[in-house]
Each structure stands twice: as C-alpha cells, then as structure tokens.
C-alpha cells in the first residue's frame, strides 16, 4: 500500500494525486497467479456511480461473490485453474468515493459479470465551529 | 509495403491483438476433454474448424461500453482469441463435440475404440 508524504505545500496535494494517479489499486489483496491479478477488470465511472467489468470465464457464478462496504467493492469466488486445481481469489477496489450497497446489479454472460453500483449521495453537513 | 494509398479521410480501425486463450486437456479412458477460456465471447460467435487433423479456434471477445461514463481503468483489451490443435492419431475426428458456457468452449474429443482402454478376460486354466 502506498504511503503518502504530506510535506509542506498545499495540504489537498495528497488528495489530487490520490484521484488523478489511479486510485484503484490501492488496496489490493488477490489470488496471484502468473497471469497477474484476477480478475481483470475495465471500470467505468460517472457522476451517478460505477460500472466494472470483470473477466470471469470459468468461474461458478453462483460461487461468485461482489460485495460493497463504504469505499470497498470487493469480487470473490472460486476458479479452476489450468492445472485442474481449484483456486480461491479476491480482489479489492478502494475507490476515491463512497458506494451504495442497495440498488447493485451484477449479471454474468459468456464469462463476462457486470456490476453496477451507485454513488452514495453526497450528505452536506454544516459543520459548526465552537467558538472558545 | 503497400502500393495502396489510404484517402486521409478514411479511419483506420486498429486491428485487434491476437492472443493464444488459456486453454487445458484432460484425459478419461473414453476421450479427451479440451477447455479453452474465451471470456466475453458468445457461442455464435466462435469460429471452430477442423481442417485434416488441425483443430482451429478464432473468436474476438466483446467488450462493453458503458455510454455516458468515462473509462478510468481498462485491463481488458479487445483482441482475437485464437488457437490450433494438432489432434493426435487417437482421436475419433468425426465424433468431436463442442459445448460453449459461461467464456468457456468445452471440446470432447473421444479416443477410437481400439485405443479405449479395454480389460482382458483371463480364463480358467
């Protein structure tokens, strides 16, 4: 996990490199195998929420599991690997915006799942300062 | 090089990657069973040819696009899938089947008879 060095400068520095250097992968725990991470993903944003596809061609989808928690999606499930062995993988998406856990659909075809999950609405608070 | 001169108008497509899909075989007494991986790849949309004892698959996978949103990572390009498989002299060419579910094209390849292992009676004597 990357470390980030907030030196002097302007403090919301650490904050634009965290959106624009990729944040993806920050946090990432998956099944390596030669191929890399799995599954491979394209993701797709836009201001109402996110869409990811997954390649998962040989995968149970009834093993599969995509699950949300605040700024987590997380895909799990089982595979058969080449050699005939059964591998268990996860891999993890911290994203730069909170998700909504309800209102997620995901659906798999010819290998492919989709998944969309909304944005949480944004909560405006006011915040008040004590005054000393 | 090419004596052909493309008008500048003209857009051209940049042609897709080809790749070997992952693909296992396994052995029963009765066939082999070939697995090649095509995810994103739909049933109608696998060429599979068997020409002499060469068994060929090409297929391009479809990748979404998801209108109205931007792409921020992309890890899955759009490529053609393909590959070729020199069947061995035990294979039964004529009675291969090919099933296609979930990314997945399953090949039954059955052994002829005289290769099937068969158990030998041995008699009383």
Same mark, same amino acid.
């Given at each position: ?10 403090p ?5 490199e965290?959106m ?6 920050l ?7 030669r ?9 797709w944003?836009?201001?109402?929420g ?5 390649e ?20 799990k ?8 062995t ?6 993890s ?5 909170e ?15 989709t ?17 000393q | ?11 051209q497509?940049v042609?897709?990657?080809? /790749?070997?899909?992952?693909s296992?075989?396994?052995?029963s007494?009765? $066939? *082999?069973? @070939?697995t ?5 790849? %739909? ?28 792409? /921020?990572?992309t ?8 590959? $070729? *498989?020199? @069947?061995p ?5 004529? %009675?291969?089947?090919a099933?296609s ?25």
């Amino acid at each position: 996990m990357k470390a980030y060095l907030n030196t002097m400068g302007n403090p919301w520095r650490v904050f634009d490199e965290l959106m624009n250097e990729f944040p993806y992968e920050l946090l990432n725990r998956a099944w390596r195998s030669r191929a890399g991470l799995y599954p491979r993903v394209n993701v797709w944003e836009n201001e109402k929420g996110l869409a990811v596809e997954a390649e998962v061609a040989g995968v149970d989808p009834d093993k599969l599991d995509v699950a949300v928690d605040a700024n987590v999606l997380t895909i799990k499930g089982e595979k058969e690997q080449a050699d005939g062995t059964r591998g268990e993988f996860q891999r993890s998406f911290n994203l730069p915006f909170e998700l909504e856990s309800e209102n997620i659909t995901a659906a798999v075809k010819n290998g492919m799942l989709t998944v969309s999950i909304p944005r949480k609405a944004a909560e405006k608070r006011k915040i008040t300062i004590a005054k000393q | 090089m090419s004596l052909i001169k493309t008008p500048e108008h003209e857009v051209q497509k940049v042609s897709r990657l080809e /790749v070997t899909p992952a693909s296992r075989v396994e052995e029963s007494g009765e $066939a *082999f069973t @070939l697995t090649v991986e095509l995810p994103g790849v %739909g049933e109608k949309d696998i060429e599979l040819t068997l020409e002499n004892r060469t068994l060929s698959i090409t297929a391009e996978n479809t990748v979404q696009n998801f209108n109205g949103h931007t792409l /921020v990572l992309t890890e899955i390009p759009e490529v053609r899938y393909r590959t $070729a *498989f020199d @069947l061995p002299e035990r294979v039964d060419t004529t %009675g291969i089947q090919a099933a296609s579910r979930n990314g997945l094209l399953i090949l039954t390849l059955p052994k002829r008879e005289e290769v099937k292992p068969r158990r030998i009676a041995i008699a009383a004597g």
